[in-house]
């Protein structure tokens, strides 16, 4: 099994809000209000959105051989040269849908792989060992 790991960058900036639900970001200053034009990290359902436009962008492709949360995007295969033939594929899609990788976050053709607390390799999924350390290492309570 081999994996590539995709991390997006400068996404949740690029999703533009419909012109007409722009006041709902309005704001108010000494020197007048503001709407904002694209997305915010502030807003309820920011992190809904973007979801639905990544599984969008990349619909054709989930469950096949890519996973995507959020900015993260994992990309496995047991051949290597198909492999490659689908890393070129979303990362042409992203192209498409104007979403750039931040280069020194993604990792191309390796072995093991860790996103989002869990741990993936040759036909395993595990806990990050990070992730479990503090409960594995709980102090029992010495008065209630």
């Known amino acids: 099994m081999v994996f590539t790991q995709l991390d997006l960058h400068r996404t949740y900036n690029l999703t533009w809000i419909k012109e007409a639900d722009e006041y709902k970001t309005a704001f108010e200053r000494r020197c007048g209000q503001f709407q904002l034009q694209v997305l915010p990290f502030g807003l309820t359902t920011t992190l809904a959105i973007f979801q639905l436009y990544i599984h969008d962008c990349l619909l054709q492709y ?13 990309i496995s295969m047991a051949n290597d040269k198909e492999h490659e033939a689908q ?10 849908f104007g979403l750039q990788c931040k280069a020194m976050k993604c990792h191309f053709g390796i072995l ?12 395993q999924v595990g806990m990050e060992w ?7 290492y709980w102090l029992t309570p010495k008065s209630v």
Do not use: M
Request: some cysteine.
């Open 62 to 74: 989930i469950d096949d051989f890519a996973v995507c949360y959020h900015d993260d995007i994992l």
């Open 87 to 96: 890393v070129h594929q979303v990362l042409q899609q992203l192209k498409e």
């Open 112 to 123: 093991e792989v860790s996103i989002v607390g869990f741990a993936f390799t040759q036909g």
């Open 130 to 136: 990070d992730w479990i350390a503090t409960i594995e």
